[in-house]
């Protein structure tokens, strides 16, 4: 059996990763539904926020689920204890040292995986005892490791340093690329992008509709001096990258940046003026959809792949 589908108890090794005002409830329970995992991105939910989306995820689905944690969050601690009296099954953690919280998780029966962006942190996360990694490389939207390493180099730098179940994350929007992903190491593949446009993600649609219409070189990594976030080119991202190459200090930095930037763009639809954050896979995503037609479409596409690769195979 997969390694990634036996520790979450899940038929197929696809994970939605859990993503800030585009992964709730709705969104989660879909691809659990479908045979995946589905994390609610508790990053962008105040405590009594996500406690509504567990109760209401648990009501639409009787698959397991999981919570994304990012854990530089302010109420961490009330998170967590909302996430333990309601028994969610699955945790994964971001951000952070995956020392603070994996031993109290697991503790409570809760399984564990943590997202690094190197291999250094890979050994830390088994050290800990987490129950998988995921390793996401720079092409993915949101926050980015400031290794920039990509997803193609550090699944194979990973693999090697960690016996533990890995998940690849990072460009991974295809079952070809998950076909990619685990030749390389990988057990498993954890995808935001192409679920952020779903039908049920909770974004704006107005974000949807741009996300699908962007090519190549439509997002760019930037806010390096505070924490390294892949954005959509707007007049958000013309003011942030004007004012990094100006050298501004961080505090100048997060005084642009303010609070509320990502929910007035991928929540509320300001598509000037708020944080729009998406992966570069972006570019290969055409359609508005709902999880069931991504989920059938990345499985078709995976095994389709692996005769392809056999057949146009070489020897010497």
């Given at each position: 059996?997969?390694?990634?589908?036996?520790?979450?108890?899940?038929?197929?090794?696809?994970?939605?990763?859990?993503?800030?005002?585009?992964?709730?409830?709705?969104?989660?329970?879909?691809?659990?539904?479908?045979?995946?995992?589905?994390?609610?991105?508790?990053?962008?939910?105040?405590?009594?926020?996500?406690?509504?989306h567990?109760?209401?995820?648990?009501?639409?689905?009787?698959?397991?689920?999981?919570?994304?944690?990012?854990?530089?969050?302010?109420?961490?601690?009330r998170?967590?204890?909302?996430?333990?009296?309601?028994?969610?099954?699955?945790?994964?953690?971001?951000?952070?040292?995956?020392?603070?919280?994996?031993?109290?998780?697991?503790?409570?029966?809760?399984?564990?995986?943590?997202?690094?962006?190197?291999?250094?942190?890979?050994?830390?996360?088994?050290?800990?005892?987490?129950?998988?990694?995921?390793a996401?490389?720079?092409?993915?939207?949101?926050h980015?490791g400031?290794?920039?390493?990509?997803?193609?180099?550090?699944?194979?730098?990973?693999?090697?340093?960690?016996?533990?179940?890995?998940?690849?994350?990072g460009?991974?929007?295809?079952?070809?690329?998950?076909?990619?992903?685990?030749?390389?190491?990988?057990?498993?593949?954890?995808?935001?992008?192409?679920?952020?446009?779903?039908?049920?993600?909770?974004?704006?649609?107005?974000?949807?509709?741009?996300?699908?219409?962007?090519?190549?070189?439509?997002?760019?990594?930037?806010?390096?001096?505070?924490?390294?976030?892949?954005?959509?080119?707007?007049?958000?991202?013309?003011?942030?990258?004007?004012?990094?190459?100006?050298?501004?200090?961080?505090?100048?930095?997060?005084?642009?940046?303010?609070?509320?930037?990502?929910?007035?763009?991928?929540?509320?639809?300001?598509?000037?003026?708020?944080?729009?954050?998406?992966?570069?896979?972006?570019?290969?995503i055409?359609?508005?959809?709902?999880?069931?037609?991504?989920?059938?479409?990345?499985?078709?596409?995976?095994?389709?792949?692996?005769?392809?690769?056999?057949?146009?195979?070489?020897?010497?």
């Amino acid at each position: 059996m997969n390694r990634i589908c036996e520790v979450f108890n899940i038929k197929f090794p696809i994970i939605q990763g859990g993503m800030v005002w585009c992964s709730g409830w709705k969104l989660a329970s879909a691809v659990s539904n479908c045979g995946g995992l589905g994390l609610i991105g508790a990053g962008s939910m105040h405590p009594e926020t996500l406690e509504e989306h567990i109760i209401k995820c648990k009501a639409a689905t009787d698959k397991p689920f999981g919570v994304n944690v990012p854990l530089l969050y302010p109420e961490t601690e009330r998170i967590m204890d909302i996430i333990a009296k309601h028994k969610v099954p699955v945790v994964f953690t971001s951000a952070g040292s995956p020392k603070k919280w994996t031993a109290w998780l697991k503790e409570k029966g809760i399984t564990v995986a943590h997202v690094v962006s190197s291999s250094i942190f890979a050994a830390k996360c088994e050290e800990a005892g987490v129950d998988a990694i995921v390793a996401e490389g720079f092409e993915a939207g949101g926050h980015n490791g400031r290794e920039e390493t990509t997803t193609m180099s550090l699944i194979p730098s990973v693999r090697k340093a960690t016996t533990l179940p890995l998940l690849a994350a990072g460009g991974i929007g295809s079952g070809d690329a998950m076909l990619a992903a685990m030749v390389l190491g990988a057990d498993g593949v954890q995808i935001g992008s192409a679920f952020a446009v779903a039908e049920e993600s909770s974004a704006h649609p107005e974000f949807k509709k741009l996300v699908i219409a962007l090519g190549e070189g439509g997002t760019k990594l930037a806010l390096k001096k505070l924490a390294p976030t892949r954005l959509v080119k707007n007049s958000f991202f013309e003011q942030v990258d004007e004012a990094e190459k100006a050298g501004k200090s961080p505090d100048e930095m997060r005084e642009l940046l303010g609070r509320g930037r990502a929910k007035k763009g991928m929540f509320e639809g300001d598509l000037n003026e708020g944080e729009l954050e998406i992966g570069q896979v972006s570019a290969q995503i055409k359609n508005i959809r709902p999880v069931k037609e991504i989920m059938s479409e990345l499985l078709f596409e995976y095994q389709a792949a692996k005769p392809k690769v056999q057949k146009d195979g070489f020897t010497f």
